[in-house]
């Protein structure tokens, strides 16, 4: 019985150990190359003011950065969302990225852990790391309008003649 047990508690703590390890290397990574903390005192953590140097975004629930960033970021959080133009790196860990449209990530976009990535804007850079699904829909194309005949090449409908 006490092995059952013991399998139960392993198996139920060996996840959160797992996750929090992650968690911790993602933070440390960012912290040991000179990134500025910059986290929530709540739930939530929004920046309307660009980064303009390396800057590690925390909070529980969700960040969101709308004027973008002259730096490279790193952002841990359940859901982030994107506005703006990042001239350098993204690296995520959360469940949910979200790029808005009009939104440019210059460099590359790094996922540390994500479920979903949706990226309505652009990212010029390379897209990697671990993700479940990366949405990215494209733009629909204009219906183009059949091309009109010009007057003059019309047929005429006179009698031959006049």
């Given at each position: 019985m006490s092995a059952i047990v013991g399998i139960v508690v392993l198996l139920t703590v060996w996840p959160m150990f797992s996750a929090w390890s992650v968690v911790r290397h993602f933070e440390n990574t960012a912290l040991n190359a000179g990134y500025v903390l910059t986290e929530s005192n709540g739930l939530s953590l929004v920046s309307d003011e660009p980064a303009n140097r390396p800057t590690y975004y925390r909070a529980v629930d969700s960040v969101q950065i709308l004027n973008g960033a002259d730096a490279d970021i790193a952002i841990s959080t359940a859901d982030a969302v994107l506005d703006g133009t990042f001239t350098g790196n993204v690296a995520f860990l959360g469940k949910e990225l979200t790029i808005l449209p009009?939104?440019?990530?210059?460099?590359?976009?790094?996922?540390?852990?994500?479920?979903?990535?949706?990226?309505?804007?652009?990212?010029?850079?390379?897209?990697?790391?671990?993700?479940k699904r990366v949405f990215r829909p494209q733009p629909s194309r204009p219906s183009t309008p059949p091309a009109e005949i010009p007057a003059d090449s019309k047929e005429s409908t006179a009698p031959a003649g006049t």
């Amino acid at each position: 019985m006490s092995a059952i047990v013991g399998i139960v508690v392993l198996l139920t703590v060996w996840p959160m150990f797992s996750a929090w390890s992650v968690v911790r290397h993602f933070e440390n990574t960012a912290l040991n190359a000179g990134y500025v903390l910059t986290e929530s005192n709540g739930l939530s953590l929004v920046s309307d003011e660009p980064a303009n140097r390396p800057t590690y975004y925390r909070a529980v629930d969700s960040v969101q950065i709308l004027n973008g960033a002259d730096a490279d970021i790193a952002i841990s959080t359940a859901d982030a969302v994107l506005d703006g133009t990042f001239t350098g790196n993204v690296a995520f860990l959360g469940k949910e990225l979200t790029i808005l449209p009009g939104a440019v990530v210059m460099g590359d976009l790094e996922i540390a852990v994500a479920k979903y990535v949706t990226i309505r804007g652009e990212v010029v850079g390379e897209i990697y790391g671990e993700y479940k699904r990366v949405f990215r829909p494209q733009p629909s194309r204009p219906s183009t309008p059949p091309a009109e005949i010009p007057a003059d090449s019309k047929e005429s409908t006179a009698p031959a003649g006049t």
